[in-house]
């Protein structure tokens, strides 16, 4: 019997055809599904911006030209990036409701599929777990529990770096010690299992790192829809990797403990992140909380709660090496509150306004995530006059806003007395000074984030004098943060008798 052939078979053209037309196929359709999308989008009333990606001019460079509301395309996706105080507030606070939607990307469906907190979208889950990171961990009650645990490892990095005779590099050191205070935050006793020098606290250490570099990379399938299944870059097989990874680590924590509750009859008291939600994932029905919701919820609190922190200590302390004579005014402050026979206390922090100052300062010129996170709009919305399509990227460019001289009088001078007399504060409110963000999608550990940066800040002060190794270069590296490009190290000298830090350590 004959049987016929496709057309498109290997008998036809001498050679398999399928894999072409796999490829082509997309690639037609989006032939002609482009001028279809660009005709609609022509009759919008769109921002001005480029005429393509400005791969080489940064943004900033771009608002200057354009104005501080700019439209573009990462290939097919329309990006609007906010420039100025207004138009932060037009998006963070005026159509927040439409703006607080978070882009799904390969990367984040991947690692978390949005049952995390940071690519969840708006709704009753998003709005728990803020509720519950920020009572949690940041509330005041919370935090007044957790002082002990936080002041014995800030003592323990002081006898570190005291220990370390040679050069000090200063962002290894910040990481161990607020890796080790969130874990304790979040995991309390089970920590001991993945304390950070442990071979599986490790592994949790570089994982986390795979994932700040996973969700800051630039993965082309997200903008050219019809290239995503061919995931060029290799980062969909990575983070499923790297998903897998956390999911054993984070798993092994929460059924110890899940075991030691059950011995308990359930009624011990919830100590810990991991109690909290333990209880409210066994009591909620409406918005369920899984193990795969867990593993998310985790490592975006160890992501926040780590990283952020530790880059916006080492920022500070590099402009306050670069700039001695505002040191050694942070020093004289603290010398007077604090004098030299104890360490630096929570409670002093609010006698401490010129470091408060200096902590301000350092985010205007270097907020650690400086679009802050890509924020999507869930529908077609006006903003200015200017259409935005349903679907648009949004960036709020924090860094520019803190540099901009229409904002900032000589704005790229490190000068904290800008702040002294100014009611200007980063709580969400001054849209000049945005490190944290704003609305739905703030930073609900600010309370948590910034007395640990106080804290350390001011004890590291209080306790060295630093001397540098040359001249400190502020040169930046960028992807979905930004980071000294050359690692801060220093030497310290004691300032304060030694037996202050070594009593009472662990
Ligand atoms: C100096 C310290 C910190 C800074 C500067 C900071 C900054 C930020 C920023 C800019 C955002 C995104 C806001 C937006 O896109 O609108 C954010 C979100 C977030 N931060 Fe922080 N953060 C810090 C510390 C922390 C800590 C200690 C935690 C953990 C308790 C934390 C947990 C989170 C979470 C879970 C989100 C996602 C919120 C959401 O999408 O609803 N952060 N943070």
């Not at 001498?14 to 009759?43: E, H, K, Q, T, Y």
């Not at 700019?70 to 138009?87: E, H, K, M, N, Q």
């Not at 359930?266 to 939600?277: P, T």
């Not at 924090?398 to 009611?423: C, H, K, Q």
Request: glycine share 6%; with cysteine.
């Amino acid at each position: 019997m004959d049987i016929i052939q496709p057309a498109w078979s290997n008998e036809t053209y001498g050679f398999d055809i399928a894999p072409f037309l796999l490829v082509l196929l997309p690639f037609l359709l989006l032939c002609i599904l482009c001028p279809i999308v660009l005709l609609r989008m022509s009759r919008l009333r769109l921002p001005r911006g480029p005429p393509a990606i400005p791969v080489h001019h940064s943004f900033c460079e771009v608002s200057k030209r354009y104005g501080p509301l700019i439209f573009l395309r990462f290939g097919s996706v329309p990006v609007l990036v906010a420039s100025s105080p207004d138009t932060a507030r037009q998006i963070l606070q005026k159509h927040d409701q439409i703006f607080s939607w978070i882009p799904r990307t390969a990367v984040s469906s991947y690692l978390f599929g949005g049952k995390d907190i940071l690519f969840s979208q708006p709704g009753p889950y998003h709005k728990l777990l803020r509720q519950l990171a920020f009572s949690q961990l940041s509330g005041n009650k919370r935090l007044q529990s957790f002082r002990p645990i936080i002041s014995s490892e800030i003592r323990q990095l002081l006898c570190n770096v005291s220990h370390t005779s040679n050069n000090v590099f200063v962002r290894e050191k910040l990481y161990e010690s607020t890796f080790s205070i969130i874990s304790a935050m979040v995991m309390g006793k089970s920590t001991k299992n993945i304390n950070f020098h442990s071979a599986k606290g490790q592994s949790l250490v570089a994982t986390l790192r795979e994932v700040v570099d996973l969700v800051g990379a630039f993965n082309i399938g997200d903008s050219i829809p019809f290239l995503a299944t061919l995931d060029l870059q290799g980062y969909e097989q990575k983070s499923k990797a790297v998903s897998q990874i956390l999911e054993v680590i984070f798993a092994e924590v929460v059924n110890e403990r899940r075991n030691d509750r059950e011995n308990m009859d359930n009624k011990m008291e919830d100590e810990d992140f991991l109690d909290a939600l333990i209880t409210v994932s066994s009591n909620q029905r409406d918005v369920p909380i899984t193990d795969s919701h867990l593993k998310g919820i985790f490592t975006d609190i160890f992501v926040g709660g780590i990283d952020i922190s530790t880059l916006t200590i080492e920022w500070a302390l590099a402009e306050l090496l670069k700039h001695p004579n505002t040191l050694k005014k942070v020093q004289e402050e603290l010398s007077s509150v604090v004098g030299s026979t104890r360490l630096v206390f929570d409670s002093d922090v609010e006698n401490l306004p010129y470091l408060r100052a200096v902590v301000k300062e350092a985010m205007r010129l270097h907020p650690v995530t400086p679009l802050l996170l890509p924020h999507a709009a869930r529908e077609q919305c006006r903003v200015y006059g200017y259409d935005i399509p349903s679907g648009t990227l949004v960036y709020i460019n924090t860094w520019a806003i803190g540099r901009d001289p229409t904002v900032w009088e000589n704005p790229l001078e490190f000068y904290p007395e800008r702040f002294l007399e100014s009611n200007v504060n980063f709580r969400g409110q001054h849209f000049e000074l945005l490190p944290f963000g704003s609305g739905r999608r703030g930073c609900p550990g600010l309370a948590l984030g910034i007395s640990n940066v106080y804290l350390m800040l001011a004890n590291l002060l209080h306790v060295f004098d630093w001397v540098t190794l040359g001249e400190i270069d502020l040169k930046e590296k960028f992807s979905v943060i930004c980071t000294l490009a050359d690692p801060l190290v220093a030497k310290v000298k004691l300032r304060v008798p030694r037996y202050l830090i070594e009593a009472k350590t662990k």
